[in-house]
């Protein structure tokens, strides 16, 4: 298959980013945020802009060195291949974790239809199958799973725009002043609570960066789809949240495994309801093959630059790593099985932590390479700041965390350094020193300022 022929322009580009982040977490943060109260809404003031700013961080850097990889090929570009090595280590299994949470939400909004799948067991197969079918779909090759993504995402933001935007007809602000502060929170803790959850809701910001193999004109086209997935996704983000905590009483939302769904039968009845589920069974599905998409991509960059098990590089004639994707599904399917809980909501809860602490590293690593590239004069001086507050905002929402989360995380930080030398053993690269810097014509550089 022609390079030309896997390539995607600006629209499916954009869908991916906004899909990927909105689909990522929107459809069970309202059953999230309820368990801290309404006052979590005062999160979205502290995510809302690190996100903006990260956007346009992911955005510069994605015109100056339009590679595949994203925060992996910045970080080993600048720092060298440990470096690279320990950022896509840990960006790819965030990225398998935060696939079985959307794995898991969507078996969350199938159980209204199948009740049985609200037993651990049997959610957990579904589960399973799902991920499998998400990995078929990528086998077939990235046009289609980004053409599904635009056509899932406008399926999927219309209903959820409809009760974010509709859903206000329907607010009662005695509900959502009755479920405003339940714990009894200070604004500083509970906004601290909110923002660790919340920063899942916008992973997915570096997407067209890492996706940049696929995309055309990248120069252009990744910084422009990254700033408008994000502002598409905060709008979604702050409007529907909002509205469902004013439609749902606080306890009922907590127990919630499908919120949008609840608040479409309060609001418009059953219909409305079976309707709005669908939607949000669709519009994950396309998000899940998104990141499916990511992570395929992120091996096969990390594999062919030899820092990954050589098995991740291999593709099929069409250019498609039919093999990656294989393993990636049996690895998140043992996880699956090892993560059930009597609760979808526990599960997801659990899972998104895990995700957001393991992407924070590779985030920073990102803000640490502009160093690099102001050296090498391809970027302003100023450009630092972005980086600086990035890496500020990265370690608050560490700081925030807690938890077994914070546990898991650490481990797998500190077992980059073994499983380095591991997998070179698998690769095609002797880990002798950093990798050579790529030269960037210094035309494209001015134009990237």
């Known amino acids: 298959m022609s390079s030309s022929a896997r390539q995607i322009g600006l629209f499916p580009a954009t869908m991916l980013v906004a899909g990927n982040m909105i689909g990522a977490g929107i459809f069970m943060m309202p059953t999230v945020m309820a368990s801290i109260g309404g006052i979590a809404s005062l999160g979205w003031l502290v995510t809302a802009p690190g996100a903006f700013i990260m956007g346009y961080m992911f955005a510069r850097l994605g015109r100056v060195s339009p590679k595949a990889g994203g925060p992996y090929a910045y970080a080993r570009e600048a720092l060298g291949d440990f470096a690279g090595f320990q950022c896509n280590l840990l960006y790819w299994f965030s ?92 604004e500083f803790h509970a906004i601290s609570a909110a923002v660790s959850i919340m920063f899942w809701s916008f992973m997915g910001v570096e997407s067209a960066s890492v996706a940049a193999a696929v995309v055309k004109d990248p120069e252009k086209n990744i910084g422009r789809a990254t700033l408008l997935g ?164 990265c370690l608050a929402v560490i700081v925030a965390s807690a938890g077994t989360a914070v546990a898991v995380s650490m481990a797998l930080g500190l077992a980059t350094a073994p499983l380095f030398r591991v997998f070179l053993a698998f690769g095609g690269n002797n880990g002798n020193g950093p990798a050579k810097p790529v030269v960037i014509d210094q035309d494209q550089a001015r134009s990237a300022l």
């Open 95 to 186: 990225n398998v974790v935060a696939n079985i949470a959307i794995a898991t939400s969507m078996t969350g909004y199938i159980a209204v239809f199948f009740p049985a799948l609200r037993v651990p067991l049997i959610g957990a197969c579904a589960t399973v199958v799902v991920v499998w079918l998400s990995a078929f779909l990528n086998m077939i090759g990235p046009r289609l799973v980004t053409r599904f993504e635009t056509v899932t995402t406008l399926l999927g933001i219309g209903p959820i725009a409809l009760v974010g935007i509709g859903g206000w007809l329907f607010f009662d602000p005695e509900i959502f002043r009755t479920g405003w502060n339940p714990a009894g929170l200070g």
């Open 230 to 393: 994000v502002l598409i996704a905060a709008l979604v983000y702050v409007l529907s949240t909002t509205a469902i905590m004013g439609i749902i009483p606080n306890d009922a939302l907590r127990h919630s495994t499908a919120p949008f769904a609840d608040a479409a039968m309060r609001a418009l009845g059953p219909v409305g309801g079976t309707f709005i589920t669908l939607c949000a069974i669709v519009k994950a599905s396309g998000c899940l093959g998104g990141w499916t998409l990511i992570n395929a991509e992120t091996a096969l960059a990390t594999a062919k630059d030899g820092l990954f098990p050589a098995m991740f590089a291999r593709t099929d004639s069409r250019g498609v790593p039919v093999l990656g994707l294989v393993i990636v599904s049996i690895i998140m399917s043992a996880i699956v099985f090892a993560t059930v809980s009597p609760s979808i909501g526990e599960t997801f809860m659990v899972l998104a932590d895990i995700a957001v602490l393991l992407v924070l590293t590779p985030y920073i690593f990102a803000a640490v390479s502009i160093a690099h590239y102001v050296q090498a004069k391809v970027v302003t001086r100023s450009f630092i700041w972005v980086g600086l507050i990035t890496i500020a905002y």
